[in-house]
């Protein structure tokens, strides 16, 4: 950009001789040859650079569980490429973030999701990305099993759709995974909503898109399919919770686990305090809930997030209540990707 002009008081001179004049211009001349080359290579420089920032920071990162809820509110990360610390990581603004939460023994899963609602690629995950305002990862906390981390870094490596959490990864511990989950995608994405997905469920962002984006006289929002039910007093049942003595003989209203969402300013509350102030029941769905409750959100119950068919307005599919997800899902998502009313239905219902 050329400067400002500057203006100067005339005074006489003498005029200059012929061979000042020629010195003064070749002068000239290399000066301006000069610049000319100086700012072409800046300019292509600086293209370059644009190009390379775009681009440098990998899809999968690494973050840290804090025990001691010190630091960045609990969470440190660095990206896998590059094992420095990076606590200044830069939030990419979404809509909405959907952390799809799976594990070790989950590759089939992932292996058709893939093959169906969610793209197999980086680029396919960036137009999704585009047309509804939504982003999609993988989390995963870790194994002391290395054969299995080292089959989840080749996936990594694969697909770059993961975020990995520095948390053991294990079905009793799933409360404090989705905690970190949480904190975790907070530190990530600058997002109005951030929404736990399984792995086992038949979702059309499209349609999840446009419940995200609807208005809202509330800013704390709690979305999901709400239900209340008996509490689990036998040890011998899976959803069995041993302080049920805090609970009584029937749950709080809470949404079920298989896919919710929280609006941001729920989502700040919960990384604000520290890890070890939250009271950890068995059940994650349940965890979250009773978290709810100690906090002014709206329950907002949709119960197109837990159709058991492809209906002409379902958001997601799963076989409530036989199974906590899809039944066989490896099977059953393929199976419902071929239906033409799960995945080429329109967006939107048709007024006609």
């Given amino acids: 950009m050329p ?33 000319f080359v100086l700012g072409i290579s800046a300019f292509l420089h600086a293209g370059r650079g644009a190009h390379r920032c775009r681009y440098f920071n990998p899809t999968s990162v690494r973050v840290v569980w804090d025990n001691h809820g010190e630091g ?40 058709s999701l893939r093959m169906t609602w969610m793209p197999s690629d ?17 989390i995963i906390g870790r194994t002391n099993d290395q054969s299995k981390m080292a089959e989840l870094r080749k996936e990594v490596a694969e697909y770059d759709d993961f975020i990995l959490l520095d948390i053991e990864e294990e079905y ?14 907070y530190a990530l994405y600058d997002s ?38 008996p ?15 805090l609970l009584g003989k029937e749950y709080f209203l809470h949404a079920y686990g298989p896919l919710y969402a929280l609006s941001a300013d729920v ?5 604000a305090l520290k890890n070890n102030s939250f009271r950890m029941f068995s059940n994650e769905d349940v965890t979250i809930g009773s978290w709810m409750l100690a906090m002014n959100v709206n329950h907002e119950d949709n119960r197109e997030l837990c159709q058991s068919d492809c209906t002409s307005s379902f958001i997601a599919v799963w076989d409530i209540p036989k199974c906590s997800g899809l039944c066989n899902p490896e099977k059953r998502l393929l199976e419902l990707h071929q239906q033409e009313s799960c995945s080429k239905s329109p967006t939107m219902v048709s007024d006609d």
């Fill in 267 to 271: 989502v700040v509350s919960l990384v």
């Fill in 3 to 35: 400067s400002s002009p500057k203006f100067f008081h005339a005074r006489s001179a003498a005029s200059p001789s012929p061979r000042k004049s020629t010195v003064l211009i070749f002068s000239c001349l290399i000066i301006g040859i000069a610049g």
């Fill in 72 to 111: 960045s509110n609990g969470i440190s990360g660095s990206q896998d490429n590059d094992n420095n610390n990076n606590n200044n990581i830069k939030r990419h603004k979404v809509m909405g973030f959907v952390g799809i939460q799976t594990g070790f023994g989950s590759g089939g899963r992932r292996r």
């Fill in 192 to 229: 109005e909503f951030y929404v736990k997905a399984d792995d086992d469920i038949y979702l059309r962002p499209d349609r999840l898109s446009l419940l995200l984006a609807k208005e809202r006289p509330h800013s704390q929002t709690y979305l999901g399919c709400m239900k209340k039910g």
């Fill in 231 to 245: 509490v689990f007093t036998d040890p011998h049942l899976k959803w069995y919770e041993p302080q049920s003595y």
């Fill in 172 to 185: 009793s511990k799933l409360p404090y995974k989705t905690l970190a989950f949480f904190k975790a995608a």
């Fill in 122 to 138: 980086h680029q396919g995950l960036q137009q999704l990305e585009e047309a509804t305002g939504l982003a999609f990862r993988f």
